[in-house]
């Protein structure tokens, strides 16, 4: 039984359309009316979510790590640490952003990068929760971030299946609500190690959980090879212009991109169907047109067996099919026919075996 997960009013599982999560991070550069502009444009692309990132940089980073310098073209400040906290918003910039979402109708959550950060987003009460591919392995958080109640959304770049399933045993007794993602932590991926068949894998692996695919390659097509594999929820950065500032832009979807991305996934689900081979009206005339009937190679008089030799395949169809060659063969004409009349069973009477014997 394959899992399934709802999502603000999204339903998501096998049987669903793809939910599109426009990954923002950071790619607002520290800037809240630049987040707007962001959420605006991903929900007119007809992406389903927005997400940014939080982080409780103190917290997070080791002293070393946080005043390291931090000198090149896209710092926004002269340690990591300052430039991890001029990008990062509040509790002022998270309310005004949810409300905006709310607005706009599209969903809003984040990433939560450790417990406070969980507990920051739990006081917005968040839709759901991503887990980025780094703490797969941070069994704490997953527990903590669990007992929530809320979907989690896990990444799993960097990782080995057993890691992979270790993430899985432990969020899943706490909390079902589970969606694992396929995700190459590269940035970007080469398309040689996007490994979309691993999404087969967690099918098989991992069958309460909701698949997925984080796609940090440069396109639009892989997401839809994804959801044919079964990936039902693909997660894309995404920015206003590629060339901005920052480590991200370079690899996300600007505004058209995601458009035809969403609009790709929308086609891609319409046209899987429902797995039965059926006609359908449009095929009618085209198939006659191009089909093939029995029909008269030479002119016959009436009373004439019907031979191989008698009979060409011509189009168009409607006619007697070619698959009947054989209840047509050996019968007699009932009257004169001429070279390119179709063939029918009423000027056809019965085979000459079966006259012979009556």
């Given at each position: 039984?394959?899992?399934?997960?709802?999502?603000?009013?999204?339903?998501?599982?096998?049987?669903?359309?793809?939910?599109?999560?426009?990954?923002?991070?950071?790619?607002?550069?520290?800037?809240?009316?630049?987040?707007?502009?962001?959420?605006?444009?991903?929900?007119?692309?007809?992406?389903?979510?927005?997400?940014?990132?939080?982080?409780?940089?103190?917290?997070?980073?080791?002293?070393?790590?946080?005043?390291?310098?931090?000198?090149?073209?896209?710092?926004?400040?002269?340690?990591?640490?300052?430039?991890?906290?001029?990008?990062?918003?509040?509790?002022?910039?998270?309310?005004?952003?949810?409300?905006?979402?709310?607005?706009?109708?599209?969903?809003?959550?984040?990433?939560?990068?450790?417990?406070?950060?969980?507990?920051?987003?739990?006081?917005?009460?968040?839709?759901?929760?991503?887990?980025?591919?780094?703490?797969?392995?941070?069994?704490?958080?997953?527990?903590?971030?669990?007992?929530?109640?809320?979907?989690?959304?896990?990444?799993?770049?960097?990782?080995?299946?057993?890691?992979?399933?270790?993430?899985?045993?432990?969020?899943?007794?706490?909390?079902?609500?589970?969606?694992?993602?396929?995700?190459?932590?590269?940035?970007?991926?080469?398309?040689?190690?996007?490994?979309?068949?691993?999404?087969?894998?967690?099918?098989?692996?991992?069958?309460?959980?909701?698949?997925?695919?984080?796609?940090?390659?440069?396109?639009?097509?892989?997401?839809?090879?994804?959801?044919?594999?079964?990936?039902?929820?693909?997660?894309?950065?995404?920015?206003?212009?590629?060339a901005s500032k920052g480590t991200d832009h370079?690899?996300?979807?600007?505004?058209?991109?995601?458009?035809?991305?969403?609009?790709?996934?929308?086609?891609?689900?319409?046209?899987?169907?429902?797995?039965?081979?059926?006609?359908?009206?449009?095929?009618?005339?085209?198939?006659?047109?191009?089909?093939?009937?029995?029909?008269?190679?030479?002119?016959?008089?009436?009373?004439?067996?019907?031979?191989?030799?008698?009979?060409?395949?011509?189009?168009?169809?409607?006619?007697?099919?070619?698959?009947?060659?054989?209840k047509v063969l050996g019968r007699v004409t009932?009257?004169?026919?001429?070279?390119?009349?179709?063939?029918?069973?009423?000027?056809?009477?019965?085979?000459?075996?079966?006259?012979?014997?009556?």
């Amino acid at each position: 039984m394959a899992g399934r997960l709802k999502i603000g009013a999204h339903e998501i599982g096998d049987d669903t359309p793809c939910y599109v999560i426009a990954e923002i991070g950071h790619n607002h550069q520290g800037s809240v009316e630049k987040a707007r502009e962001l959420f605006k444009e991903a929900k007119l692309a007809g992406a389903h979510a927005v997400k940014l990132q939080k982080r409780d940089n103190r917290g997070l980073y080791t002293r070393a790590a946080y005043n390291k310098s931090y000198d090149n073209e896209n710092s926004f400040g002269a340690t990591y640490g300052e430039h991890r906290e001029f990008l990062e918003f509040g509790l002022d910039e998270y309310r005004e952003l949810q409300a905006y979402a709310k607005e706009l109708g599209v969903d809003f959550f984040s990433t939560a990068f450790d417990l406070a950060s969980a507990e920051f987003l739990e006081s917005l009460d968040v839709p759901a929760y991503k887990i980025a591919s780094g703490d797969l392995k941070s069994t704490p958080l997953l527990e903590h971030v669990a007992r929530f109640g809320k979907p989690m959304i896990v990444s799993t770049g960097g990782a080995t299946l057993e890691d992979v399933q270790r993430a899985y045993d432990t969020i899943l007794p706490i909390n079902p609500q589970l969606a694992i993602l396929q995700c190459t932590a590269g940035y970007p991926a080469a398309f040689e190690e996007l490994d979309l068949r691993v999404i087969s894998t967690y099918r098989e692996h991992f069958p309460k959980a909701v698949i997925g695919f984080s796609s940090h390659d440069n396109g639009i097509a892989m997401p839809v090879a994804a959801y044919m594999l079964g990936a039902r929820i693909v997660e894309k950065h995404f920015t206003l212009n590629r060339a901005s500032k920052g480590t991200d832009h370079a690899f996300s979807l600007e505004p058209v991109g995601m458009r035809k991305l969403v609009r790709d996934l929308e086609r891609t689900y319409r046209a899987m169907g429902d797995g039965v081979k059926k006609i359908y009206d449009s095929e009618r005339a085209p198939i006659v047109k191009m089909g093939k009937s029995l029909v008269v190679a030479r002119s016959l008089p009436s009373g004439h067996v019907i031979a191989e030799q008698d009979i060409v395949m011509k189009s168009p169809g409607g006619g007697i099919p070619p698959y009947d060659l054989a209840k047509v063969l050996g019968r007699v004409t009932l009257k004169a026919l001429h070279e390119d009349d179709f063939l029918s069973f009423d000027v056809l009477g019965k085979p000459s075996a079966e006259l012979a014997r009556s």
